[in-house]
């Protein structure tokens, strides 16, 4: 079954299980194993860190025919839910499907007020405000230097596995009514990532750093001690691209090749 989410983050633990701590995964789990009265175990397309809201988060999980007509709907799956979850759509997965393996893509984005007149209290949740007016111009033009196949290793968290080799397909700024928005989109994204960039990109939009800044942290491929990791409630997840159906299958064995090759040159 293919389960599309809604979340707001604030009072999440992040995406994945854990113990003594309220997760995404573990609320959602428990709604599903309850309802289907079976063992369900979830699998996401990405697993968001804590704070981080969603609007597009896709999950898979398996069951039986049986399982699957006691969820009877999304509707009846959002009634058990809290309310900070929304079901947007469940769906009976076509073969080859994996929420993780089978993506194309992953869309984010980030929210900035800066102008504290116009900054709405009711989203001081989901947008982050900045004291000064930012020049989206100077920040998209620094943005170029970002896309395409790099070693990010200096805007992801260091870990002990896995490769920070990505390819950033779209990065760019906007301003949507009051608010500068961020739109960032690749294959996958290591851990403070995108949290990481935007804190390279406000120091160019309010005039601290030049243009070339974010390129030259890049380049050097560790973490700079000028850079700020923003904070998460101004995050969201908003889409996961997938190919068509009959590609599905071929998707997932060319991602985790990809993935293989990648760690093992790391």
């Known amino acids: 079954m293919r389960l599309d989410l809604a979340y707001d983050g604030t009072d999440f633990s992040g995406w994945a299980v854990q113990k003594d701590l309220r997760t995404v995964q573990g609320e ?33 999980f398996d069951v039986t025919p049986r399982q699957a007509d006691l969820l009877r709907g999304a509707e009846r799956i959002n009634r058990a839910l809290p309310e900070d979850i929304r079901v947007r759509r469940l769906s009976q997965a076509p073969d080859g499907f994996d ?29 982050l405000w900045h004291p000064h007016v930012l020049d989206l111009g100077a920040m998209n033009a620094a943005a170029q230097g970002l896309l395409g196949l790099h070693d990010f290793a200096a805007f992801c968290k260091p870990r002990d596995f896995g490769s920070t080799i990505r390819t950033l397909e779209q990065l760019t700024w906007h301003r949507d009514g009051d608010f500068c928005v961020m739109t960032i989109q690749a294959e996958a994204f290591c851990h403070s990532m995108v949290r990481s960039i935007v804190g390279a990109m406000i120091p160019v939009g309010d005039g601290r750093k030049p243009s070339s800044w974010p390129s030259e942290i890049l380049a050097a491929r560790e973490r700079n001690v000028g850079l700020t990791v923003q904070p998460a409630y101004a995050l969201t997840l908003e889409e996961v691209g997938y190919p068509p159906d009959d590609q599905l299958a071929q998707r997932q064995l060319v991602t985790k090749a990809t993935r293989r090759l990648a760690d093992a040159c790391d």
Request: glycine fraction near 4%.
């Open 28 to 60: 959602v789990t428990r709604i599903l194993s309850l309802l289907t009265q079976a063992n369900v175990e979830l699998f996401s397309a990405g697993r968001t860190d804590a704070g981080v809201h969603a609007n597009g988060q896709v999950v898979h």
């Open 99 to 127: 929420a993780r393996f089978s993506a194309l893509w992953r869309r984010y984005t980030y929210r900035i007020c800066d102008d504290s007149t116009r900054m709405d209290p009711l989203r001081r949740r989901q947008i």
